[in-house]
T-cell receptor, first 115, second 115 residues
Framework: DGGITQSPKYLFRKEGQNVTLSCEQN?????MYWYRQDPGQGLRLIYY???????QKGDIAEGYSVSREKKESFPLTVTSAQKNPTAFYLC??????????????FGDGTRLSIL | AQKVTQAQTEISVVEKEDVTLDCVYE???????LFWYKQPPSGELVFLIR??????QNEISGRYSWNFQKSTSSFNFTITASQVVDSAVYFC????????????FGSGTKLNVKP
């Protein structure tokens, strides 16, 4: 079945450590996104990518980095510069159609905590 | 300024009651899209509906119905005869035509349906 796979489901980060969250999709979508969700809050956009080898900062990109070397994959690295990384991270993808905003489809999320 | 407002933080109903989740949005764009998503306890956001700004017809899908009123900038969601499985957090989102990659999410409404 087509979908978005995020791994791991739970992740723990030590002080000063970088960690990478994986996101893979087999929906043949051009656009991919990373969101952060804090308890009781909506989703905030970290980064998004419309095509391979291109990505844009969202509203809260500081302390995060991404790459888009393949259409199917959009990994997110939470660097040591992100001082408050504990959150639920959601990856999404959508078709890239300029004249008809397509819904974003989401993975199951990764819950990141600090040790 | 907040683009999407979901004023109801949490709602509790008893099974079989009808419940309406409110969504008010703000945009200067004449072409835009509105979405509703369901987030069950498992964490994944599930797409429910997309509506464009030129289509004000109400929509019904089983026990779900949506009321779009441009005059009041609202896109409300009603669940008829609620069930325990409807318990989740529901998000309303806005995407503007000139920036189709950007989704503005509300802060969500947590719905508790008690047996």
């Amino acid at each position: 079945d087509g979908g978005i796979t995020q791994s791991p489901k739970y992740l723990f980060r030590k002080e000063g450590q970088n960690v990478t969250l994986s996101c893979e999709q087999n929906l043949n979508h051009d656009a991919m996104y990373w969101y952060r969700q804090d308890p009781g809050q909506g989703l905030r956009l970290i980064y998004y990518s419309q095509i391979v080898n291109d990505f844009q900062k969202g509203d809260i990109a500081e302390g995060y980095s991404v790459s888009r070397e393949k259409k199917e994959s959009f990994p997110l690295t939470v660097t040591s510069a992100q001082k408050n990384p504990t959150a639920f991270y959601l990856c999404a993808s959508s078709s890239r159609t300029e004249f008809s905003n397509q819904p974003q489809h989401f993975g199951d999320g990764t819950r990141l905590s600090i040790l | 300024a907040q683009k999407v407002t979901q004023a109801q933080t949490e709602i509790s109903v008893v099974e079989k009651e009808d419940v309406t989740l409110d969504c008010v949005y703000e945009t200067r764009d004449t072409t835009y899209y509105l979405f509703w998503y369901k987030q069950p306890p498992s964490g994944e956001l599930v797409f429910l509906i997309r509506r464009n700004s030129f289509d004000e017809q109400n929509e019904i899908s089983g026990r779900y119905s949506w009321n779009f009123q441009k005059s009041t900038s609202s896109f409300n969601f009603t669940i008829t005869a609620s069930q325990v499985v409807d318990s989740a957090v529901y998000f309303c989102a806005l995407s503007e035509a000139f920036n189709f990659n950007k989704f503005y999410f509300g802060s969500g409404t947590k719905l508790n349906v008690k047996p």
